[in-house]
Nanobody, 123 residues
């Protein structure tokens, strides 16, 4: 499984961005997929997760109500729509997939990772 994140950039506070994660290789409906982010000097943080089947979504507390995760099974792409961005959302964003259906926000439980895409929110 290979993942490629894209869509990062510079945006003003209050603005929006949509990140995409293209997926190649085999996927299973029960796989849990997720977005993480890492700001300089901070630990990697869970942002949002979704099962490839689409039946469950999960969000980190800091993004609830502002971010929305989705996936397109035909395009084999996962997205995260990020609204009402603040400078605290500035980070490198990564997409990842586990090989389990069990929800987890722990990065070490995700097996495959894409290269990150950088998001900068200016004040």
């Amino acid at each position: 499984v290979q993942l490629q994140a894209s869509g990062g950039g510079v945006v003003q506070a209050g603005g929006s961005l949509r990140l995409s994660c293209g997926i190649s290789g085999r996927t299973f409906s029960h796989y849990l997929m997720g977005w993480f982010r890492q700001a300089p000097g901070k630990e990697r943080e869970f942002v949002a997760g979704i099962r490839w089947s689409g039946d469950s979504t999960y969000y980190g507390d800091s993004v609830k109500g502002r971010f929305a995760i989705s996936r397109d099974t035909v395009a084999k792409t996962m997205y995260v729509q990020m609204n009402a961005l603040t400078p605290e959302d500035t980070a490198v964003y990564y997409c990842a997939t586990s090989t389990s259906s069990i929800y987890t926000s722990v990065p070490e439980r995700y097996r495959y990772w894409g290269r990150g895409t950088e998001v900068t929110v200016s004040s």
